[in-house]
């Protein structure tokens, strides 16, 4: 097994640029080398590890892609904000979902996945000097995002809830020269799994008029949510949009991650410097994938909810399977994931030595807390990405791995 430290260790060949030097190792990246190590070697690993969804598009949509690939038209370079059809249908989806009015001109682009959209919304932002507040612990890219771009990023600890996190961003605000230009959010939260209501928006929306900053809101889970809990959008709150914008993905929901269709939605402004930074960098989403996403916004809605019961169904096993081999975890109300916190027996070895334990003993892949920062400390995420028969087979080698 290796150790611990050689998971945090920097280890850069010269050609890389100083900015990557403000990177961290990507700890991910080298537990799933890992985990592909292990495969290699015969060893069955129960992978619970990444957001990656196991269960297939729809067919609608996968026929609808095949039939518009054979298309010669859409075999040339497309627009990089996405074509009109694919942004009105975002505004469609949006008003019906969520009662959100959406110019499909201004006010929405089409991106290549949200991690794109949003990572470049960062580099036409932000640059050095400016301030990003961001909760944690995070979403590795909530926080790179912002680095890469040459921002400092101070984090808002959202481990005490909706609350108190309203309060660290004010005092955080109050206290901070210059003041944050863009706070970061991202609720259903991964990887916390975190939910808020909308009255949490207004209140951060009227702190960020207060103090000047804008938001982006990752809604990457907004459509994965559980029982009767109903995901707010940002955007709902009046006047959100002339400081805010949200990203949107369809990897989650529709079981498209490979596919890489996302937006960004809301605040003209913010959207104006998306598109234009975009138009340096790409030429857009292959057009018959944006042909197909329109039909994952139009027919796609039931979709949405069968698979969402599928992602609460397995939480629940999951969940129940923990508790009863005495890791206390909770449900969450949306997300594919749980964040489970380590039993006492077991926290002093630290998130990273446990996730280690787990696939090399136990044969099962989880994200360690500390790869989602300090603040993550004492918890593993395991993502709902297996069916029952493999999740009950997890639970059981954990149970052997790690007896109470
Ligand atoms: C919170 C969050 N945002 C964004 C993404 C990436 O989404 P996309 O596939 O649209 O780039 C993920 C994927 O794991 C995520 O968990």
Excluded at 106 to 126: D, N, P, R, Y
Excluded at 307 to 331: P, T
Excluded at 336 to 345: L, Y
Aim: some cysteine; overall charge neutral; proline content about 5%.
């Amino acid at each position: 097994m290796q150790d611990t430290d050689s998971y945090l260790k920097i280890d850069l060949p010269p050609i890389a640029s100083e900015r990557m030097h403000r990177l961290p190792p990507y700890l991910f990246g080298k537990i799933n080398a890992r985990k592909l190590e292990l495969r290699q070697q015969g060893v069955d690993v129960i992978d619970l590890g990444m957001g990656n969804p196991n269960d297939p598009t729809p067919d609608s949509i996968v026929k609808k892609l095949q039939e518009a690939a054979t298309d010669k038209r859409n075999q040339r370079y497309s627009v990089s904000a996405g074509v009109r059809n694919l942004r009105c249908e975002l505004a469609r989806f949006y008003d019906r979902h969520f009662q959100v009015g959406l110019n499909a001109d201004t006010e929405v682009i089409a991106t290549i996945g949200s991690k794109e959209g949003f990572s470049h919304l960062c580099l036409a932002t932000l640059g050095p000097g400016d301030v990003v507040l961001t909760p944690t612990p995070s979403f590795p890219i909530h926080i790179y995002a912002a680095v890469i771009a040459g921002a400092n990023v101070i984090g808002v600890s959202q481990n005490e809830g909706e609350a108190q996190l309203l309060k660290n961003i004010a005092h955080t605000c109050e206290n901070l020269f210059p003041r944050p230009k863009i706070l970061m959010l991202n609720y259903p939260n991964n990887p916390t799994t975190m939910c808020v209501g909308t009255g949490f928006f207004k209140e951060v929306v009227a702190l960020a008029r207060k103090y000047g900053f804008y938001i982006i809101h990752d809604f990457a889970y907004g459509l994965t949510t559980f029982d009767q809990y109903r995901a707010p959008s940002i955007l709902e709150v009046p006047g959100a949009k002339d400081l805010a914008v949200e990203t949107m993905t369809l990897s989650k929901g529709y079981n498209m991650a490979g596919w890489r269709t996302g937006f960004v939605a809301g605040n003209a402004d913010m959207i104006r410097v998306l598109a234009s930074i975009k138009g340096y960098y790409d030429y857009g989403i292959f057009q018959a994938i944006q042909i197909a996403s329109v039909i994952a916004l139009r027919e796609g809605d039931a979709f949405l909810n069968e698979q969402a019961k599928i992602y609460q169904d397995r939480r629940d096993f999951l969940c129940d399977g923990l508790n009863r081999i005495g890791w206390a975890v909770e449900k969450p109300m949306a997300t594919m994931f749980v964040w489970a916190r380590i039993p006492e027996k077991y926290s002093e070895e630290g998130s990273i030595a446990v996730s280690l334990k787990a696939l090399e003993k136990a044969h099962v892949a989880i994200s360690p807390g500390r790869g989602f920062g300090e603040d993550g400390e004492g918890f593993v995420r395991i993502a709902l990405v297996e069916n029952e028969q493999r999740l009950r087979q997890a639970v059981q080698q954990l149970k052997r791995e790690f007896p109470q």
